[in-house]
């Protein structure tokens, strides 16, 4: 192992609003910190890279949701981590509903070089209870978008999936490997149908967890 080399994670706390499965911290209705807190994070990575003297192979910019950045913003922020280092992977969280041409563009000028998208579920109870702003079709004609515009032998993509979500069940979990992504997304069609998806559903049962947390209980900090 190389302990000289490290990945670097940049958290981006801000969200459209809370899915209710959702503990990691972030904060919704308050897009008019993004600036002052992307200016920060750029001179916070200046510093922690001089000080720690590491050699950063990767990057993963999480949240939150990195997608609600404006663009300009997000170009900013990758200029100024290429000016200091020259990752081999750069990857960027995004939501469905924020896929759009201008955003893969920026993704592109930006040396992005792996798109993680939250789809979660395809499930519409699913994706209801759990406060998700994005629909199953939302979901089909991002991944669409991904694949006509942004998908080459220099970029790739992931998805996020949660099993075990109130109303999913196996044969809504499967969508994802069925009619819906089948010829496209082969190799996500083969590696899901490898999965003993109702063991999978019943080890991850969120129901109680998603149903109890209408709202996630925030930190108490004055952000004026």
């Known amino acids: 192992m190389d302990y000289d080399t490290a990945g670097l994670y940049i958290h ?26 992307i200016n ?11 000080i720690y003297s590491l050699k950063i192979d990767t990057v993963f910019i999480g949240g939150g949701t990195p997608s609600i950045i404006p663009l300009e913003l997000l170009k900013k922020l990758s200029d100024h981590i290429f000016s200091l ?21 920026t993704c592109i000028r930006s040396n992005i070089s792996r798109i993680s998208l939250g789809i979660q579920s395809l499930c519409e109870k699913s994706l209801n209870t ?9 979901c089909l004609n991002s991944l ?3 694949k006509e515009l942004w998908e080459s032998s220099e970029r790739t993509f ?7 979500l109130p109303y999913e069940t196996e044969e809504t979990f499967l969508q994802i490997a069925g009619r819906n992504f089948g010829e496209t997304f082969g190799k996500i069609n083969k590696i899901l149908r490898q999965i003993n998806v109702a063991d999978v ?17 925030m930190p108490a900090v004055n952000y004026r």
């Open 130 to 138: 759990c406060h998700r702003h994005s629909d199953s079709k939302t």
């Open 85 to 105: 280092i020259s990752p081999k992977e750069f990857t960027i969280e995004a939501n469905p509903d924020d896929i759009s041409e201008s955003f893969l563009k």
């Open 158 to 164: 992931s998805l996020d999936l949660i099993s075990g």
């Open 40 to 50: 920060a994070l750029c001179k916070e990575i200046s510093w922690k890279i001089k």
């Open 201 to 217: 559903l019943k080890s991850f049962n969120l129901f109680n967890h998603a149903l109890s947390y209408e709202r996630v209980a």
């Open 144 to 146: 669409t978008l991904i």
């Open 12 to 37: 981006i706390p801000f969200c459209k609003s809370k899915c209710s499965y959702c503990d990691f911290f972030s904060l919704s209705q308050k897009e008019n910190l993004i600036e002052d807190y």
